[in-house]
């Protein structure tokens, strides 16, 4: 058994990454779906409908935890699959599995607050907010999730999200820095027109980001904190592993890395991030 790590393609490997380096001796297999990437201009359905075929996939090659590592995929379609196809998808399959997502351990992140605090409400938000800017894809914006969930925890957190159309793709085709550098700036300075002001603080909301998040540091005023949500993601499987030790995970280090797509080396700002050239596997041949 082994811990899934999914996503449209590329950027969850951002949150494999802290993962292994959280469990070194468990087992991964990490599928990329970049036949279908990228999902952020995508309807919801297709979304819900893409990342089930993705969960399949994992478990059917030895998953017994899939980590959406992906914030569209956990904003749109994680509540619809746990609460319709994965209780009969758990009895076809006979043995434990699960779906987890990655923005309740960012919020509880952003908010240093457990998920189960609610604040009081009063009406409108105090005086002195501290501003909180999310870069993210258009569905993750839609969804609203971060704006609705931070604002029953907090109030003195203003939300602004900035969906920035089309990044995740031009990563994921691995174009050029000084293209990339050029639509952060844009969306860097479309947040700050909108808000009045640079944020406080800031979440890199799609794990492609993070794969540049050199060139998000780059456009924002120096020392803007980003909330990291990798290691986020990272404490809270760990402790959720802790409590649920059904779910197996494997002792063998085994690293294993599929796609949908055309197999072979992925790009060289992928490489960069990973330090080492990164090599997918067809996931049809698994
Ligand atoms: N990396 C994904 C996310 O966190 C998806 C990006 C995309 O495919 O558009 O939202």
Redesign the pocket.
């Known amino acids: 058994m082994a811990i899934g790590v999914f996503?449209?393609?590329v950027?969850?490997l951002s949150i494999h990454r802290a993962l292994v380096n959280r469990m070194p001796e468990a087992d991964f297999i990490y599928l990329g779906d970049q036949k279908h990437?990228?999902?952020?201009e995508r309807s919801g359905e297709e979304i819900v409908d893409l990342t089930r075929k993705g969960c399949e996939t994992l478990f059917d090659a030895g998953a017994s935890i899939v980590v959406l590592a992906?914030?569209?995929a956990s904003a749109v379609a994680l509540r619809r699959l746990q609460s319709t196809w994965l209780a009969d998808y758990r009895k076809t399959i006979g043995r434990p599995v699960n779906i987890l997502g990655i923005i309740v351990p960012t919020i509880e992140a952003a908010t240093g607050l457990p998920w189960e605090h609610e604040a009081e409400r009063r009406g409108a938000k105090i005086e002195n907010v501290d501003v909180l800017g999310i870069f993210?894809?258009t569905a993750?914006a839609r969804s609203r999730v971060y704006e609705i969930e931070i604002d029953k925890r907090r109030q003195d957190l203003a939300v602004f999200t900035e969906p920035c159309i089309g990044l995740?793709?031009m990563i994921e085709a691995g174009e050029s820095e000084e293209k990339l550098r050029a639509v952060v700036e844009s969306r860097v300075q479309a947040l700050k027109t909108r808000i009045g002001r640079y944020p406080d603080r800031a979440i890199l909301g799609?794990?492609?980001y993070e794969i540049i998040g050199n060139l998000f540091k780059a456009a924002l005023p120096e020392g803007t904190p980003l909330i990291h949500q990798p290691s986020s993601v990272a404490d809270a499987l760990e402790e959720y592993l802790t409590r649920h030790p059904e779910y197996q995970v494997g002792a063998a280090s085994a690293r294993r890395f599929l796609t949908t797509g055309e197999p072979g080396p992925q790009s060289k700002t992928v490489e960069a991030f990973w330090s080492a050239p990164v090599i997918f596997q067809s996931a049809t041949n698994t």
């Open positions: 996503d449209s393609g950027g969850g990437a990228p999902y952020g992906c914030n569209t993210c894809t993750t995740a793709g799609c794990t492609h």
